[in-house]
């Protein structure tokens, strides 16, 4: 197994740089199979779907396409798989941040039980509680 930079990721999936793109294409064909997967930490796909929405202006639906790509690859593994599940349904449902909707699945997890924010209309949403 092989850990993938958010990066590798980025380029994978933007293709805005076609020398770059052949690169991750490529690499991801060869080195990432079943048997060792190509892995993504939650870190790089947090990461990766900031870039893509901030840095790229992609939409919730171009965001929830990708993370599923990505969920149902049996060459790549992602950490927490069934929280990230979760996490893409609360994103798509709440208007929430996906790095928000991901914290909180694994929060909740791990025994949390809630997550303190400032954020108002975070507060509001299952598994967080407002700090005032």
């Known amino acids: 197994m092989i850990g993938l ?4 990721l980025l380029r994978y999936f933007v293709k805005d740089d076609v020398v770059q793109w052949e690169r991750a294409t490529r690499f991801i064909s ?18 990766m779907v900031w ?3 901030r840095g790229y202006g992609y939409g919730r639906a171009d965001v929830v396409r990708i993370v599923g ?6 060459e ?3 950490e927490d798989e069934e929280l990230v599940r979760s996490a893409v349904q ?5 208007g ?8 909180v699945k694994v929060n909740l997890a791990r025994g949390c039980e809630a997550t303190a924010t400032f954020d108002r209309k975070t ?9 005032s």
């Open 5 to 8: 930079d958010t990066n590798i």
């Open 30 to 47: 060869t080195r990432c199979t079943p048997e060792s997967p190509g892995f993504i930490d939650r870190i790089a796909l947090c990461d």
């Open 51 to 53: 870039v893509l929405t």
């Open 69 to 74: 790509q990505l969920l149902a690859s049996q």
């Open 76 to 78: 790549l593994l992602l």
């Open 90 to 94: 609360s994103y798509e449902g709440a």
């Open 96 to 103: 929430i941040d996906f790095a928000d909707a991901l914290m």
């Open 123 to 131: 507060a509001q949403l299952d598994g967080f509680i407002r700090v």
